[in-house]
């Protein structure tokens, strides 16, 4: 599975971005598609992921009630609607694919820069 992720930028804290991944490959091999961040000098953290077969939705707890993930099947992209923004959520975002559901998230898309000011 390839991804590519897109739609980060620059916004002011309290606006909202949106942003887009688009899997290729066969979506037999997609269990979950999800999100991580990582800012500089910390450890890249988990922030929402959507299971492919039944779309149930999770979410890292300083994300929740802000962001929100969806998926379309047809289309095998998965989106993050960034809500609330905080300058604390100024990280690279990366799109991931799980596929199986004891596996790690193990094919990575090239991350997205969201910078967040006050």
């Known amino acids: 599975v390839q991804l590519q992720a897109s739609g980060g930028g620059f916004a002011q804290a309290g606006d909202s971005l949106t942003l887009s991944c688009a899997a290729s490959?066969?979506?037999?091999?997609?269990?979950?598609l999800g999100w991580f961040r990582q800012s500089p000098g910390k450890q890249r953290e988990f922030v929402a992921a959507v299971s492919w077969h039944d779309m149930n939705t999770y979410y890292g707890d300083p994300v929740k009630g802000r962001f929100s993930i969806s998926g379309d099947n047809a289309k095998n992209a998965v989106y993050l609607a960034m809500n609330s923004l905080k300058t604390e959520d100024t990280a690279v975002y990366y799109c991931?694919?799980?596929?199986?559901?004891?596996?790690?998230?193990?094919?990575w898309g090239q991350g997205t820069l969201v910078t967040v000011s006050s």
């Open positions: 991931a694919a799980k596929p199986t559901v004891r596996a790690n998230f193990n094919a």
């Open positions: 490959g066969r979506a037999s091999d997609i269990y979950a």
